[in-house]
């Protein structure tokens, strides 16, 4: 089978830091787009941004490797230099880190680095990059 793309629509405040946030931070372009949504290429996945009043606040609720995490989150997992250059990005723009760059399950099979930080409308994400790429779904 072959591994096509996701698709995710998600709110977000307004599309000029929404913009700002997705393609001149994390380094993505932009697709299609009117005056109420923007799509992104996120790390060959399709976002769709929609503007609203009304964005839920996610809860810190997930527990991960002894890590609380916010419930939901999206993200990517990416490979080992570009998880290194997008961690810069977000330093260098000085954005909060919900959860900094930090390695799990270090020498066990799953080994990643993993981050977390919110976008400028409060949605969390994740990124993820695991040093062998073939133990995505390692148990």
């Known amino acids: 089978m072959t ?3 996701f698709h995710y629509a998600f709110l977000v405040k307004d599309l000029e830091s929404t913009r700002k946030f997705y393609c001149e931070i994390l380094g993505c ?3 299609r787009s009117t005056e ?3 799509d992104f290429d996120f790390f060959g996945n399709q976002l ?3 503007i609203s009043s009304e964005i839920p606040k996610p809860i810190n609720c997930g527990h991960v490797d002894k890590i609380t995490v916010p419930i ?3 993200g990517s997992v990416i490979d080992w230099d570009k998880f290194q250059q997008i961690a810069e990005r977000i330093k260098k723009n000085n954005i909060q880190f919900i959860i900094e760059p930090t390695l799990r399950y270090e020498g066990k099979p799953g080994e990643q680095m993993t981050m977390f930080l919110t976008d400028f409308s ?3 994400i994740e990124f993820k990059s695991f040093k062998k790429s073939n133990e995505i779904f390692a148990s």
């Open 3 to 5: 591994n096509l793309p």
């Open 29 to 31: 372009k932009e697709g």
């Open 36 to 38: 109420t949504w923007v």
């Open 48 to 50: 769709s941004a929609h």
């Open 72 to 74: 939901p989150h999206f």
């Open 122 to 124: 409060n949605n969390p």
